[in-house]
């Protein structure tokens, strides 16, 4: 039997029910810690499985964030995410309407390569009256044509079925990017990731390499109850491991047990982290790539 996989971008203005929605399709295990996950590339909301398929939720942060004053080339990459995902699903909220943010949101989809899958979802029907929503519908699909618009709570779960069977239907045949027992434990990698750069981050301040990642690389469960965890840092030059490192390898022996510790808090047990610095000079671009994210973590998986 033939499998199917891929990405779906959810885009909307904050708030519009992208995580609500996400936990729907995705059930509680996995959302409830991928919400915490908040990379600078992309931020993986959640892996759901329908039939055959394997749909990844992704989203593209720094194109609605207009506090961050990006520049047009970030916001340029930002649709660029967006625009490698498999489908992308606008969410409008339906008491909302069109709203300035919308438009801004419109526009840019407009400018993305034709032949992009791109659905309407309305969200938040259980807020408004029907006839508001066929008006809303109309006018948003005067704007663009979507190629399919749905009409969901992604709160009470009305539509959000229908959604999820044609989301599957969209994704192309590919084998499935994440084993299927490990779906759960992905976010807690990116978690344990995540942790660690946010302690590098307080470390080193300014001084951090702009280019640098973190990833988990191995977890091991171990007999007695505690993990192993390997990370390794990416930095993009051989003058910034220095930095991470830090004199006589103090900077990162305290990342290591802040880390650490924040890790066996969250994770109610024994921790034992091992970091390692490597360079990647072009792990930039690779990172920029969804589906090698994913590559990433099966390699991790060893
Ligand atoms: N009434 C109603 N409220 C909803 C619905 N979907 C989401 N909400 C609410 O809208 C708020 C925002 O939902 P989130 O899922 O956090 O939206 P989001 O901002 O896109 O997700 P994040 O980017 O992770 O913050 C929450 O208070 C939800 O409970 C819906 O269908 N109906």
Same mark, same amino acid.
């Given at each position: 039997?033939?499998?199917?996989?891929?990405?779906?971008?959810?885009?909307?203005? =904050?708030?519009?029910?992208?995580?609500?929605?996400?936990?729907?399709?995705?059930?509680?295990?996995?959302?409830?810690?991928?919400?915490?996950?908040?990379?600078?590339?992309?931020?993986?909301?959640?892996?759901?499985?329908?039939?055959?398929?394997?749909?990844?939720?992704?989203?593209?942060?720094?194109?609605?964030?207009?506090?961050?004053?990006?520049?047009?080339?970030?916001?340029?990459?930002?649709?660029?995410?967006?625009?490698?995902?498999?489908?992308?699903?606008?969410?409008?909220?339906?008491?909302?309407?069109?709203?300035?943010?919308?438009?801004?949101?419109?526009?840019?989809?407009?400018?993305? =390569?034709?032949?992009?899958?791109?659905?309407?979802?309305?969200?938040?029907?259980?807020?408004?009256?029907?006839?508001?929503?066929?008006?809303?519908?109309?006018?948003?699909?005067?704007?663009?044509?979507?190629?399919?618009?749905?009409?969901?709570?992604?709160?009470?779960?009305?539509?959000?079925?229908?959604?999820?069977?044609?989301?599957?239907?969209?994704?192309?045949?590919?084998?499935?990017?994440? =084993?299927?027992?490990?779906?759960?434990?992905?976010?807690?990698?990116?978690?344990?990731?995540?942790?660690?750069?946010?302690?590098?981050?307080?470390?080193?301040?300014?001084?951090?390499?702009?280019?640098?990642?973190?990833?988990?690389?191995?977890?091991?469960?171990?007999?007695?109850?505690?993990?192993?965890?390997?990370?390794?840092?990416?930095?993009?030059?051989?003058?910034?491991?220095?930095?991470?490192?830090?004199?006589?390898?103090?900077?990162?022996?305290?990342?290591?047990?802040?880390?650490?510790?924040?890790?066996?808090?969250?994770?109610?047990?024994?921790?034992?982290?091992?970091?390692?610095?490597?360079?990647?000079?072009?792990?930039?671009?690779?990172?920029?790539?969804?589906?090698?994210?994913?590559?990433?973590?099966?390699?991790?998986?060893?």
């Amino acid at each position: 039997m033939s499998t199917r996989a891929g990405f779906v971008a959810l885009i909307g203005e =904050p708030n519009a029910g992208k995580s609500t929605l996400t936990n729907r399709m995705v059930g509680a295990k996995v959302s409830i810690v991928t919400h915490k996950v908040q990379t600078t590339r992309a931020r993986i909301r959640g892996v759901a499985l329908e039939g055959d398929s394997q749909i990844v939720f992704v989203d593209t942060p720094g194109l609605f964030q207009p506090k961050r004053r990006l520049d047009r080339a970030m916001v340029a990459a930002a649709w660029g995410g967006a625009a490698d995902a498999d489908v992308i699903v606008l969410l409008v909220e339906a008491h909302r309407g069109i709203t300035e943010g919308v438009e801004r949101i419109l526009e840019g989809l407009a400018e993305l =390569p034709k032949g992009r899958r791109i659905a309407l979802a309305i969200n938040k029907i259980d807020r408004v009256e029907s006839q508001k929503l066929l008006a809303l519908t109309e006018a948003l699909n005067e704007r663009y044509s979507f190629e399919k618009t749905f009409m969901i709570s992604a709160e009470k779960g009305h539509g959000v079925k229908d959604l999820k069977a044609w989301l599957a239907g969209q994704v192309p045949e590919s084998p499935w990017l994440y =084993p299927e027992d490990q779906i759960a434990d992905l976010p807690m990698r990116m978690i344990a990731a995540e942790m660690t750069r946010e302690k590098l981050t307080l470390r080193l301040h300014q001084e951090l390499p702009y280019q640098l990642t973190v990833e988990t690389e191995h977890w091991n469960e171990r007999e007695d109850g505690s993990a192993r965890i390997d990370q390794i840092i990416y930095v993009a030059r051989d003058g910034h491991k220095g930095i991470v490192l830090g004199k006589k390898g103090e900077t990162i022996k305290g990342v290591s047990k802040a880390a650490r510790e924040e890790l066996e808090e969250f994770l109610g047990r024994k921790v034992h982290l091992f970091l390692q610095v490597k360079v990647r000079e072009n792990w930039l671009e690779e990172a920029e790539r969804y589906s090698e994210m994913g590559l990433d973590f099966r390699d991790g998986n060893g």
